[in-house]
């Protein structure tokens, strides 16, 4: 009986589970979950019918008789929280443990930030000369840390270590410098006790460190009040996660990411993927591709972001202030340019607080969506065939005129 449960239930259950397992042990599932989620909510979202009844779902009130907040800010502004979480803990094992330890390692990710903001604005603003739309210049200058590190993830090996650490500080330097602009320039004056309340809440942080004290409780609770400050004073409260994670003591961060990675990784970003990309795409919608504060997102994205990250990177490492590591090639730094212009999900948060016209903000929504989903796809190439790409480049003219003391 025992033997013929095993045959009829287990082993068919294992024959299932197995390859899913072989690609969690990887660390790719997580990636190929969000890519499939993507995909899903753009294809539930163009349902005729149907499609419109589903992006209505996330974004009204939960509770309608209470005008309660929707499934989108609570994922948005809640669960996306511990995300920011992770992702500021992998930052903080990089800075003091890992590849990303030295001063010099440390700054190309800063400069490399700094083109990939500048290089946007300029190209958005050239094209969007008119006051009216050039309210959307910030739009263009964020990466999408979910999506692009999903890609990196679902490439395994093929991205190396010091890439991968290098692209998480650029996404995360780029998100928060995109954010202060946008708390700068857009958002209306906030009161200044409320401000207080952030700042003290972030001082209270430091003074764990300074005092030595390695409890995850008082780090959550004075994290929780940052959070709930954020949430007053109507920033990005999500950004909290990475203000608290780079408090915790280092001994206590592998601890921590086994009890959130999985949450994290399979639940919380593909519903923030599902919450946030469903989007109606037409031949309207196509056609509006070729008005000017569309293509400034798209051609900003595009080509405005590897080429702020790469020429940056290059002069700073060209003037010696940083150098790569031996194991490193440009065509991977390319690659990391390229696929900074993933910034579907935060340009689509962008475009809610710089528009007012609900027709514009989906148009250029479906323009952000499309840029990411190109460079998603020409950068997971690169990453592929990077040693082949790197020999054919190695002969050419470019290294000749630019890389051949580099």
């Known amino acids: 009986m025992k033997k013929r449960f095993h045959k009829v239930l287990i082993e068919p259950i294992k024959e299932v589970s197995s390859p899913i397992i072989e690609i969690e042990q990887t660390g790719q599932l997580s990636g190929f979950l969000l890519l499939n989620a993507l995909f899903l909510t753009l294809l539930l979202a163009n349902i005729p019918m149907s499609g419109s009844a589903y992006i209505k779902f996330w974004v009204s009130p939960l509770v309608p008789a209470l005008n309660a907040i929707s ?127 952030v700042l003290l809440s972030i001082i209270f942080l430091g003074a764990l460190k300074y005092f030595k004290n390695t409890s995850l409780a008082f780090h959550f609770f004075i994290g929780g009040f940052l959070w709930w400050s954020m949430v007053q004073a109507g920033f990005p409260s999500a950004i909290s996660g990475i203000i608290t994670a780079l408090s915790i003591p280092i001994n206590r961060i592998d601890e921590l990411k086994r009890w959130i990675y999985m949450p994290v990784n399979y639940l919380i970003v593909p519903l923030f993927v599902f919450a946030n990309v469903a989007v109606a795409i037409n031949l309207e919608s196509l056609e509006f591709l070729q008005e000017s504060h569309v293509k400034g997102v798209l051609i900003g994205l595009l080509l405005g972001k590897p080429l702020g990250i790469v020429l940056t990177t290059w002069l700073v490492v060209r003037l010696k202030f940083v150098q790569l590591p031996p194991n490193i090639n440009w065509v991977q730094i390319i690659g990391c340019g390229i696929l900074a212009g993933t910034g579907v999900t935060m340009a689509i948060y962008l475009t809610e607080h710089t528009y007012l016209s609900m027709e514009i903000r989906d148009f250029i929504k479906i323009g952000a969506i499309l840029a990411s989903l190109t460079s998603v796809f020409f950068s997971t190439m690169i990453f592929i065939n990077s040693t082949s790409i790197a020999n054919l480049f190695h002969w050419s003219f470019l290294r000749v005129l630019f890389f051949r003391k580099t």
Request: aromatic share 10%.
């Open 71 to 197: 499934a989108q800010e609570v994922i948005n502004k809640g669960l996306m929280t511990l995300f920011m979480l992770e992702i500021g803990l992998d930052l903080k094992k990089e800075l003091t443990q890992g590849e990303l330890q030295t001063y010099q390692r440390a700054s190309l990710p800063f400069f490399g930030a700094i083109g990939g903001l500048v290089v946007p604005i300029i190209i958005f603003c050239f094209l969007n000369q008119e006051q009216s739309i050039l309210s959307g210049w910030i739009i263009p200058t964020t990466t999408d840390i979910a999506l692009s590190l999903g890609i990196l993830k679902l490439l395994g090996n093929k991205v190396p270590s010091f890439i991968k650490a290098f692209f998480v500080a650029l996404a995360i330097i780029d998100d928060l410098l995109a954010l202060l602009l946008l708390v700068i320039f857009y958002l209306p004056t906030v009161g200044s006790l409320k401000i207080v309340l």
